[in-house]
Antibody, heavy 120, light 110 residues
Framework: QVQLQESGPGLVKPSQTLSLTCSVS??????????WSWIRQPAGKGLEWIGH???????NYSPSLTSRVTISIDTSKNQFSLRLTSVTAADTAVFYC????????????WGRGTMVIVSS | QSALTQPASVSGSPRQSITISCTGT?????????VSWYQQHPGKAPKLIIF???KRPPGVPNRFSASKSGNTASLTISGLHSEDEAYYFC??????????FGGGTKLTVL
């Protein structure tokens, strides 16, 4: 049973870069037909897809965030990561990593989420 | 891309049925059969309950059903249980291989 766990700083200063890592356990990140994804949810609000990466390293990003987002994958560590640059208070949210089945576009597996606050 | 449109809230009594709509465009819901629904209890991660418009993952009760017509998808919960009280989100593939979510619907079981 594949499980996901987000990790990273819970507090980031405005204008700095938010960096999070998702560790995959219970299975290999290069096995299975998944897009490894990042999704965020501001408090009391809806879900926002940030982007995803395939095991090959190919990526897709939300058009609204593409200028600030980089998602990378480290198959040797069974991890994938998110970098979001030039953050503002509007980027404060719970960040989830998730595994999206390529054939269905469905997020089958979710991490528990990690809260990131942007504040000085 | 714009978020899919869902009602902010719906409510129903135990054993009743409710339906949540999710409206998009021909660039997302109308153009693909890759509509999913998620259930989220407060403080928890979302859980997949419907994929490919109308398919249930193993373990999801058959009280949950879904469909699509044109640019609108719908989730129906029959025979409401108290534990169904949660937020529900729809999502869809869009053109350019992006994903989009609905704004979410709060279901209250009266």
């Amino acid at each position: 049973q594949v499980q996901l766990q987000e990790s990273g700083p819970g507090l980031v200063k405005p204008s700095q870069t938010l960096s999070l890592t998702c560790s995959v356990s219970g299975g290999s990140i290069i096995v299975g037909n998944y897009y490894w994804s990042w999704i965020r949810q501001p408090a009391g609000k809806g879900l926002e897809w940030i982007g995803h990466i395939y095991r090959s390293g190919s990526t897709n990003y939300s058009p609204s965030l593409t200028s600030r987002v980089t998602i990378s994958i480290d198959t040797s560590k069974n991890q994938f990561s998110l970098r979001l640059t030039s953050v503002t208070a509007a980027d404060t949210a719970v960040f989830y990593c998730a595994a999206m089945r390529i054939e269905t576009g469905a997020f089958e597996i979710w991490g528990r989420g990690t809260m990131v606050i942007v504040s000085s | 891309q714009s978020a899919l449109t869902q009602p902010a809230s719906v409510s129903g009594s135990p054993r009743q049925s409710i339906t949540i709509s999710c409206t998009g465009t021909s660039s997302d819901i109308g153009g693909y059969n890759f509509v999913s629904w998620y259930q989220q209890h407060p403080g928890k991660a979302p859980k997949l309950i419907i994929f490919d418009v109308d398919k249930r993952p193993p373990g999801v009760p058959n009280r949950f059903s879904a469909s699509k017509s044109g640019n609108t998808a719908s989730l129906t919960i029959s025979g409401l249980h108290s534990e169904d009280e949660a937020y529900y989100f729809c999502s869809s593939y869009t053109t350019s291989s992006a994903l989009v979510f609905g704004g979410g619907t709060k279901l209250t079981v009266l």
